[in-house]
């Protein structure tokens, strides 16, 4: 039987306040879980994530010290560090131009344009007159 905001079961009476009251308050509960769960998961993701990077980047910066030791004396900052894991050395790449099928007219643009100005610069720039002029960069697509 109802009577007003109460039920009334025979041995058991409910007041609806309570009971809406405590249907909040469990809801309210388990919103602050999820909510606190889900913060401390991203956070403790990122940090593992961190320390992950942290020693893939030192292993990366050993790797290029021992190539380079002038580099040795480099201080990096948090930025460079964090960089320093999406590195890839050369001796990762094992893709030569051998291995691309045809395209063989844009693999030589690309060893004039690209390559030989890093391997040999003073045969592409022997004079500031010799610079080339480029109508933009070289853009670059998928895996190194």
Not at 33 to 58: A, F, M, Q, R
Not at 97 to 112: A, K, M, Q, S, T
Request: hydrophobic fraction near 35%.
């Amino acid at each position: 039987m109802i009577n007003g905001f109460k039920i009334d079961f025979g041995k058991f009476k409910v007041d609806l306040k309570v009971l809406g009251d405590l249907v909040i308050l469990a809801s309210a509960g388990l919103s602050v879980y999820y909510i606190v769960n889900t913060i401390l998961n991203d956070y403790l993701d990122s940090t593992v994530k961190n320390k992950e990077s942290e020693k893939k980047g030192s292993g990366v910066l050993k790797k290029i010290q021992a190539s380079n030791p002038h580099l040795k004396e480099v201080s990096f900052n948090q930025y460079e560090k964090a960089l320093l894991n999406s590195l890839v050395t050369p001796e990762e790449i094992s893709v030569t131009f051998e291995d691309i099928g045809g395209l063989h007219d844009i693999i030589d643009e690309l060893r004039e344009a690209v390559i030989l100005p890093l391997t040999e610069p003073e045969i592409v720039c022997s004079t500031p007159e010799s610079y080339p002029v480029t109508k933009g960069g070289t853009g670059f697509y998928g895996p190194p």
